[in-house]
């Protein structure tokens, strides 16, 4: 598990934490860059920390949300690495006393133009309805 958009600005504390108790599976690593298309990236743009899991795009990217992305060209190895890593990871953050507070909208647009994804969502047309309170919901 390689991306971690939304997580520099909390401390890597309670990700590197989650992550060693998986590190044999080699997921320890983890980046601040924020992904643009991923299922939770409203999330993101909503203040809510997330980890983007990452995986090689080459058998994956041809079947990308298409009619020949069928379960039976899942790799089942895989499959079940990521399915204890998530576990692991997911077990970690419920039982830490450090949890991974909710980022302000300010916080997020740092996020947004110090990883480039300001320019990727202006290039996909999407900046303009973050930037006037479209799109992140902000309490």
Not at 13 to 41: C, E, K, M, W, Y
Not at 65 to 88: G, K, M
């Amino acid at each position: 598990m390689e991306g971690s958009a939304g997580l520099a600005l909390l401390g890597r504390r309670p990700v590197n934490a989650a992550l060693a108790a998986v590190s044999g599976f080699g997921a320890t690593g983890h980046l601040i860059d924020g992904i643009d298309g991923t299922d939770n990236f409203d999330f993101l743009l909503s203040g809510v920390p997330n980890l983007v899991g990452i995986q090689d795009p080459i058998p994956y990217l041809p079947d990308y949300h298409a009619e020949s992305d069928t379960f039976d060209r899942v790799n089942q190895r895989e499959e079940r690495i990521t399915l204890a890593v998530s576990s692991v990871v997911l077990w970690a953050f419920a039982d830490s006393a450090d949890r991974l507070p909710r980022q302000s909208r300010p916080e997020v647009e740092k996020l947004l133009r110090d990883t480039k994804l300001d320019q990727q969502m202006k290039a996909f047309g999407q900046w303009e309805d973050f930037d006037a309170g479209r799109r992140g919901l902000f309490q």
